[in-house]
């Protein structure tokens, strides 16, 4: 293969170094019908000369490749897994059961609304609760992730100013909002504009004020906010969005520390998303598949994405798409429905109890672990925190950073908390609702030793991790000279 | 249930350590007036087996095709799923993985969607392909964004003959941009190759055509993307990659950016998502793809490693200048279509695609010779093909319901003006009994 990087003694197998021509992992029954010749029905242009040169290898080696390779990666099921802002909690394995049922698999989303009742009714519950727990009037489960649920809820505070005559052009997002927000409103034809945060985490309530005018559309708004507070001021914000016609967005990513402790409805939000994949505990998979269903107040329900799930006047249920004020289709089909099955597995096992019990817990759990953190590391904002906290390293810790600091937790087995966002030099921790006291102290005994070694031997924690596969990457070169598929070129 | 597992005397300890009387005083920032007292109204919870008897109680509710021969397509298939598929794809270490930013702790997962991305450029014939989007139609939509950021045009022309589900999100994800969009006939099944280079101006930045089409028929790609070119405009094509196996990919003959859905690759129907949305495109426009790529780098120790790559496209560097929003995307579903084209191979994938077109072709020619229906179009197909009956649609399809037979998608609810036709999908999982089942049902409406 030209130009194909040396293989080199201790490099781990790619899967196209794997095989022999003429191994085939599957076996298929032998077609048992007639064979039509391809170049009588088929122009001889569009023809393939020969198949895609795919892999060949035989069944055992790929399962092998495919269990070495899930060796080489943390997971919350081997790890403990405190990656802030992405509520990395246990997911149950009774929901990967539910979901892979074949009357809710095994469904095609062109089948009759008669065949697909009990999955209908089940959309429709989950809709239900959604809009419950957000103290919302209804809620659109179309969106594919979280910020596909943003991009369309600010199409529907579009869509709700088109109604009223006006283009507002303007999304403010606070300084320390999650990337896909301002990015969300470029895709959705807005310019982003940022508000200041106080020393504390809080809005700047003074800059809001002198940036709402006609011309803003919405304030997206994170509450709790990203470095893990809950911004009391905020009905007095939806307030100051209000009175000028701007509409409140709340990303709902940190939903987590407040199920069933407080509303977004009731503190004034006009639309939010949540990320069924951080709060309700879907397998995050490797990035994905996530769903990004989106709760609404009443004024903005006309507006919702079409298909919407409905119950009907003869007591069935079905689609609605014929919504003349519909911002319109987001997607294909009908939704990311297995992930939707898993969640609503998720909320009726938990019930109203189970989901405080959720948000207490995860509360708990943070601030414990900052309490225990606090004499070796600076925590600059002030407690008690919601689900998650921002820590940084001390000034004198030996020109050591936050990214070695994470290195170094891979060597305890720790998956790195998130790193230098929202503010520089952070590590963002969020240890989530179902970890046990022993492995937060685990956590908090990794981090003193940490402590320790950036007094006395600094260059254990800048050269980690000294356990992995690999070392550091190279991924600045990565992305100068990009190598994105086998062979190279 | 409960998953969290603190006992009370551990809680008591925990709040000892904060200096906390109780849970409710670390909930003190949110204001009195704002504190949700009641319980939500939701019902209270329910242990493991009591979860399964009411999921299972809806589930019984439906009637999935393991009862039922399907032959429904438009663009969900029922093939089949090798069982290392979901073997291999349901381990945890997969399963409960974030989003691969800690290349270290991440090699497994790093270099699986590395040698997916290799594999997607095989089936597409292009030269760099993402780690996914969400599905089929919102990767068009992303395609649409790419190629009017690489333009710097605000038009696109869309193929009359592309799904409905494809028109209507980038209708929707238009609209907000001020994109304007124009559609290419294709009064005949496929695309008005005169028309064409007639409604293509100075402003389109791409025209999308999907091949094979929603009426099943193959686009002349060879034909229609030099006048495309010639226009001055890029070509978008979605495909399914599955055709690749038989069929030249479609980046063979000049696409620029190719998108699809990839749920022929492994992916269960499950009611219409998760899927898979892919994307691939020529090498030069790299830097303006959206979603996650991953490259191959090395080491500090120079060994081979994989990492996340052209970071400063996306959302988390750029912000609002970022080439999408996308960031969670369908991470699972990309380690089952990998996995799929593995154990599939260059010989698998081509017998599968082979034994699809073949009893397609064999169902078309068996069902034509039936009294009352005939192929609606001429067109050369792959595994899909559009019958015009002179029944009654409805019919028709209730009829062979009655035979636990799902016969096709009627037509017109993809398509009004085609209130006369069924669009039928057969796989290779269909035998030649069920396909002359099939047959029968029909000829006896
Ligand atoms: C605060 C916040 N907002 C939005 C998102 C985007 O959500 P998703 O990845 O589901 O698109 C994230 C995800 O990491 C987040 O942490």
Redesign the interface.
Known sequence: MPNT?K??Q???P???EL?SP?????S?PK??????N?SD???G????AE???????G?LD??R???????????????F?P?GS?T?????R?N????A????????????ER?????L??MHRLKQ?LA??A?LADVSLQP?????G??TG??MI?AYHRSNGEERKIVLTPDSA???N???????????ASVRSKADGRVDLDDLRSKVDDNTAALMITNPNTVG??D?Q??EIADILHARGAQLYLDGANMNA?L????PG??GVDVMHY?T?KTF?T?????????GPVAVAKHLTPFL?IPRVILKDDGTFGWESNEPQS?????????????L?RA??Y????????????A??A???A??L???LKELYDLPFPS?Y?HEFILVPRAANHGATELDI??RL?DHEI??PTMS?PVAHCLMIEPT?????DTLDHFVAAMTEIADELENDPDVVRSA?HT????????V???RK?????P?? | MRYTQFTNPQVQQMLDVIGVDSIDDLFSTIPPALRFTKPLDIPEGISELELLRDVGSLAEKNTSCDKLTCFLGAGAYDHFIPTVVDGLASQTEFLTAYTPYQAEASQGILQLFFEFQSMVCLLTGMEAANASLYEGASAAAEAMYMAAGITRRNRIVIAESAHPDIRQVIQTYARERGVEIATVPAPNGTVDETALAKVIDKQTAAVLIQSPNLYGCLERLDRIIPVIHEAGALAIVSTDPLAAGILKPVGNFGADIVVGEGQALGIPMQYGGPYLGLLAGRKKYLRKMPGRVVGMTKDADGRRGFCLSLQTREQHIKRERATSNVCTNQGLLAIRASIYMASMGRNGIQQVAGQCFDKAHYAAQQITQLKNYELRFDAPFFKEFTVRTTHNVQDVIQSCRDNDILAGVPLARLDERFTDSILIAVTEKRTREEIDQLVAALGAV
């Not at chain 1, 003429?22 to 599957?26: H, K, P, R, T, Y």
């Not at chain 1, 490749?65 to 790890?79: M, P, Q, T």
């Not at chain 1, 911002?327 to 992930?339: D, L, N, P």
Request: hydrophobic fraction near 40%; include cysteine; proline fraction near 9%.
């Open positions: 990087p293989l080199q201790q490099d781990f790619i899967l196209f095989g003429g191994l085939c992992a599957v298929l077609s048992d019908v007639p064979q039509t391809l029905s088929v122009p242009d569009l023809i393939a198949p895609p040169s795919l892999p060949e290898i069944e790929v399962v490749h495919y269990k070495k390779l899930s060796r080489r990666c943390f997971s919350v099921d081997g790890n897994y990656l992405c990395m909690k246990y997911n149950p009774i990967e059961r539910v979901a049922m074949p009357a809710l698999a095994n469904l095609h989303p062109y089948q009759d065949d697909v009742q009990g999955l009714e089940m609760y419950q727990i103290g594919a992730a979280g910020a596909h943003e991009m600010l199409m579009n999650h990337g896909t301002p990015a969300s409103c470029t895709i959705c034809g807005r310019e982003a507070v809950f009391e905020i009905a407040i069933g402790k407080t509303r009731d503190f990320n994949h505990s397998p995050h998979g490797g990035g994905g598949p996530g769903a994405p911002i319109g289709k987001i997607r294909s089909f009908f939704g990311q429905t297995g992930v099955v609503y597995a909320i009726r096992a938990l019930g109203h109890d189970g989901l405080r019990d959720v207490e817990c509360v708990l759990s601030n414990y900052a309490a225990r008690p919601a994470a290195k891979i998956h790195p966002w609702e179902t970890e046990s006291l991790p992995m596969p690999v070392r550091r990457l190279d991924e070169e990565a992305s990009p190598i994105v598929r086998w190279a070129d």
